[in-house]
């Protein structure tokens, strides 16, 4: 099969097509061919060295981890699948992950496309949704009738974090540049924040929720606009600054994703009836220099939605 690989660390160049050997399915596998995957952060960041201390991989390493496609192998131990499904997942953290034509995957992981689903809107939903249901619910504890401020509602986490919140019968606020405000007014966004000529901390007060996809003097700034002593941030990207939280008497998390298959499946539930979709912001073909130039767009920080790579 073909596969972009790296075998150092370093820039997008690192990224090679090569001819890889076809995976086999273990007993409690499946193996996917793959009809899209999409770019992540988390990505270009393994790429680039930055978390090889936090997650050791051997080389020769396929990077990536959303996956879309239709299973063509089961192993002995899998029961629920079967040869012919249309199948999504995020897979588990190895070497093997999703820049080839074929993927194993740990059946656990797996959730069903709808028909109305395609391949390129399941292959957006695995990494940023469950990132934003979980940083909402799961450790946000967000509830119908509360207000949340979402920092960075453009990006791919941020955008299914809006619909998820409105969903529930939040008040939704987030921040997103001048040209990006239709959009995340169209997703359910009640207030708009032009983060390049606004402050946060001059137009809020007494706000729940911060889901912080952005990190940095973003951060810091929101950490005055939380109610004090019921307020709680989450966070994707670590601690700006040391003692915030304490300084404003409020909850902090900075978290990890947590991979799940039912919360997947919840999710495309939503999609299917219509409830929620998944922003596409850039596609590009699975080729050397697609995921050179996919690489490239999400290492900007201002990619729209989800980079989505077809097969």
């Known amino acids: 099969m073909k596969a972009v690989i790296i075998e150092n660390y370093g820039g997008k160049e690192e990224m090679k097509m090569v001819e890889f050997p076809m995976p086999k399915a273990a007993a409690n596998q499946v193996v996917i061919k793959e009809e899209a995957t999409s770019i992540n952060p988390v990505d270009w960041k393994t790429r680039e060295g ?3 201390e936090v997650v050791p991989l ?7 981890s959303d ?19 249309r199948v999504f997942a995020q897979t588990a953290m190895t070497s093997f992950g999703t820049y080839g034509e074929y993927v194993p995957v740990e059946a656990n992981l797996i959730a069903k496309i709808p028909s109305n689903v395609s391949f390129s809107e399941a292959a957006a939903i695995p990494l940023a949704a469950l990132m934003a249901w979980q940083g909402l619910f799961d450790y946000g504890h967000l ?3 509360e207000t949340v401020l979402i920092l960075g509602g453009a990006g791919g986490i941020g955008t299914y974090a809006i619909q998820f919140a409105k969903e529930i019968g939040a008040k939704v606020l987030t921040t997103a540049s001048k040209k990006n405000h239709e959009l995340v007014t169209s997703l359910g966004a009640d207030q708009v924040i032009d983060y390049r000529s606004e402050k946060v901390s001059d137009l809020l007060e007494d706000v729940d929720l911060v889901f912080d996809t952005i990190g940095g003097a973003a951060q810091k700034e929101a950490f005055s606009v939380l109610k004090p002593k019921t307020g709680r941030m989450i966070t994707i990207v670590g601690l700006a600054e040391e003692g915030l939280a304490e300084k404003q008497d409020v909850y902090f998390e900075s978290i990890f994703l947590k991979q799940n298959a039912a919360q997947l499946t919840e999710v495309v539930k939503l999609i299917e009836a219509g409830k929620v979709k998944s922003v596409i912001g850039a596609t590009f073909p699975f080729s050397e220099k697609g995921l050179q130039d996919a690489h490239e767009l999400s290492a900007t920080g201002h990619a729209i939605g989800k980079i989505i790579v077809e097969f």
């Open 67 to 85: 996956v879309a496609g239709t299973i063509i192998e089961v192993g002995s131990d899998v029961m629920d699948w079967k040869v012919g499904d």
């Open 143 to 145: 509830k119908k009738g």
């Open 58 to 64: 051997e080389f020769p390493i396929i990077l990536g």
């Open 50 to 52: 930055y978390l090889q």
